[in-house]
């Protein structure tokens, strides 16, 4: 199963914990040589139970891989980045899982790791945290953003290749930048207003009486609230700027709703919901246009790149990605429908 | 199936939209017999089609029954309510299936209609309006407000007894203001937040980047997002002053939010995310233990009333509600753990 192209057969996970841990569980299951590491003993110790192959450092666990997946909090990553490549080939394609980009591409960056480090960020969670909530399927078909920089474009196709091959990703390319600033809007003000949703009812007098209603509206938008905090406030500091102005934004609509409520102008009141439910019928009935192209494998990048990020930030993604002689020729996918209002 | 102590065997719907479309089904495939109406005449129509018994007047279909859900959109329910009580007899139990409570609630009492009409709330719904999206088992196994009074407890008894049987539904008595109260938190205020995130997504310029990253955090917060703009505005606005309370806290746990992520502040910011899960943790986790309740059926209902309103405030619920021979007994369920925190 694996991509021709990616040719990434060797790889290793550092840091198994929800997203890790899927990772590490996928790429065993699509047949992969995979090796895992994590910094706790017990964690190690289940992943031996089942089956996988664990060392007792990092640097036995990537030594001598293909691709190494490093998975551990976003804290921790800049310096796990920098063991990790000290103790791999330049050859070996780095990538990370988190969720927010800039801070550890500037890192990767600093670390003269721009050739081979790809920024990611699969779109995909869950409320629990660690290996006992992992699972190979927690990332099938999801959003993949990866971020192509000028001197890493073969490690940016490789990985593509491997993404869509072994699970069925759709990636997105994007600068780090371009990636937080719409992750704050996409996932990190998400996590924030689930957590003043139900923040708001624990403090409330009417807590019991509240949480004895709730159903779908509710329960849906304090969902990722059951997340463990740690990790969502890393997240969150991790974009602080961004995800500050969106919650400007955010603030600013809700000031224009209970405005329009306080006036009582159903209207106005209508209005303003008209244009939520616009984003969310996009979401729900976005129609993909396919088309393939084609690039020099070894000349300047530049139009790749540009292609690339372009694709990206119009809602675009790539099911494809295939190097033959002296060219790469990517499948990829446009939103069908022009942007509404 | 139907309810012995209920004895309603003959129901009406007017209304038959998501929820009204839903009771009455239900109803149906329950062995009622039931006759339905809508303003609509293509609705009729396709009631017809689907065999069910569709009068052209609504003081035709609610003729002779003995309990009537009225279904139509809010604002239409005060005037509706009347139209149903003049053409029905003194015995046929009244109630409503709207998003708030206090509106109609006044406007029955206003009518004269406090010993039969029970205001009612079921609380589940669909993005999706009309009939073409109800379906027999929407209502199934809900929290169902009902608002009992007190000159209306045989009405509430019956109708608690029916709601039970057919749809399995778990009975939350509550006021009509603590209900209102309540369903600010637990679904208006809900709704609003749905709407600013997804509104301000559509007014970014970062749209189709921010949904092409769309999982699971932001689907699942903007999901109520994509109902009927008319329906959800008609609903805050029947609640307008504690869904502004509401939205004031919601806006302060915010600011709290916002300030600790400026400040760089990881304690702070942990610290409010774990209230929230505290929130989270309680709803997913909730334990009920059971008892049961008996009350003299005939005399003063003042003890009963207030057991059946503690019993909601407290987060509890009923499934089971029999009259026998001077004694009306229920069966309750209340949370087993005591509020965290």
Chains 1, 2 share one sequence.
Not at 8 to 24: C, D, E, K, P, Y
Not at 310 to 327: D, I, K, M, P, S
């Amino acid at each position: 199963m694996v991509g021709e192209a990616g040719g990434l057969a060797r790889a290793a996970v550092v840091g198994t914990g929800l997203i890790g841990g899927s990772v590490l569980l996928r790429l065993r299951d699509a047949g992969l040589d995979v090796a895992g590491w994590d910094p706790q003993p017990a964690v190690r110790r289940r992943l031996r139970d089942r089956g996988v192959a664990v060392s007792d450092t990092v640097e036995q666990a990537v030594a001598g891989r293909d691709v190494v997946f490093v998975c551990g909090p976003l804290p921790t990553l800049p310096a796990m980045l920098a063991r990790v490549a000290a103790a791999t080939d330049d050859r070996c394609v780095l990538t990370d899982v988190g969720s927010t980009k800039a801070e550890v591409a500037t890192a990767a960056t600093a670390q003269g790791l721009g050739r081979r480090f790809v920024p990611g960020h699969p779109m995909a969670g869950a409320d629990r945290a660690g290996l006992g909530a992992a699972g190979a399927d927690l990332l099938d078909g999801a959003a993949w953003v990866l971020c192509p920089g000028p001197t890493g474009m073969d490690a940016f196709r490789r990985l593509t290749a491997l993404l869509v091959d072994v699970f069925h990703a759709r990636v997105v390319p994007m600068s780090a930048p371009e990636h937080d600033a719409a992750a704050a809007l996409a996932s990190h003000v998400p996590h924030v207003l689930a957590g003043a949703l139900a923040g708001t009812v624990q403090r409330s007098a009417l807590r019991d009486a509240v949480l004895a209603l709730a159903a779908g509206s509710f329960a849906d938008g304090t969902r990722v609230a059951g997340g463990p905090p740690e990790r969502t406030a890393n997240m969150l500091l991790a974009n602080r700027d961004r995800v500050l102005v969106e919650l400007t934004a955010v603030g600013a609509f809700l000031d224009e709703v209970a405005a329009a409520l306080r006036a009582g102008d159903a209207d106005a009141l209508t209005g303003r919901l008209a244009e939520a439910r616009a984003a969310r019928a996009t979401l729900c009935a976005r129609g993909f246009t396919a088309h393939r192209r084609e690039f020099p494998a070894g000349a300047d990048h530049a139009g790749e790149l540009a292609y690339l990020r372009e694709l990206g930030a119009a809602g675009g993604h790539l099911t494809g990605c295939r190097v033959t002689a002296g060219a790469v020729g990517y499948t990829a996918h446009l939103p069908a429908t022009p942007p509404l209002g």
